[in-house]
């Protein structure tokens, strides 16, 4: 029992003067929930709390960033930025808390957190390169939501032309209706009976005066006879 542990123990003494050194470095990033309602934005797809952290994990393992980084803090110039890029992917390892768009505290829609860890040889490079990935992640997504502001202003006004063009055309087809059936929409039914009415009474006062007429006309001949 005791040699196992004291060979376990030498060995792992050993290692640690052996084995190169590797530190890491982490940079929290506060990552807003959106506060835009998907109802309003029909035209544009809209992304889950899941779906938003796989986004931004790839965005953040993306070519973009990582190869910026390398050409910024210049590491290892002799080699291609794209295999270096390649080389400082698995040194990452991204790390969220919460999932984003899931606050710890219920009902909270404020602030979320994503780690990113870099595990580098040397000290002040890993904490350099850490503060670097962050600041150009944050800038990077900084660009991508300003064009996505962009085309969400571009999608809204199609939208609103759409609804203006569709909205011209009913009342146009709503006038063309009105001037065909004038007389016998149902909001003029009170009107066409008020008219109906006066028109009878205007009748029965017509007949009145035939009436009258007719009397007197038969007087009239009455007395021609007589004469």
Avoid: C
């Amino acid at each position: 029992l005791i040699t196992p542990v004291l060979v376990a123990l030498v060995a792992g003494i050993i290692a640690v003067f052996v084995l190169p050194k590797e530190y890491k470095s982490e940079s929290t990033i506060g990552v807003a929930a959106p506060t835009l309602s998907p109802e309003i934005l029909k035209g544009v797809s809209s992304l889950d709390a899941t779906e938003r952290q796989r986004a931004i994990s790839q965005h953040l393992l993306g070519n973009a960033v990582l190869e910026r980084v390398v050409r910024e803090e210049q590491i290892d110039p002799t080699k291609p930025t794209e295999e270096v890029a390649a080389w400082l992917r698995k040194r990452i390892s991204p790390f969220v808390p919460t999932p984003i768009g899931v606050s710890s505290r219920a009902g909270d829609r404020g602030v979320d957190t994503i780690v990113l860890g870099v595990t580098l040889n040397d000290r002040d490079a890993t904490q350099r390169i850490a503060n670097r990935l962050a600041d150009v992640f944050v800038e990077e997504n900084s660009k991508r939501n300003t064009e996505r502001a962009e085309n969400t202003v571009e999608v809204l006004s199609s939208q609103l032309r759409a609804s203006q063009e569709r909205l011209t055309q009913i009342e146009d087809q709503l006038r063309a209706k009105k001037e065909r059936y004038m007389g016998r929409l149902p909001d003029q039914v009170d009107a066409n009976l008020q008219t109906a009415n006066g028109l009878r009474n205007q009748l029965e006062s017509i007949s009145t005066q035939l009436s009258m007429e007719s009397n007197q006309l038969l007087l009239l001949e009455t007395q021609l006879e007589q004469m």
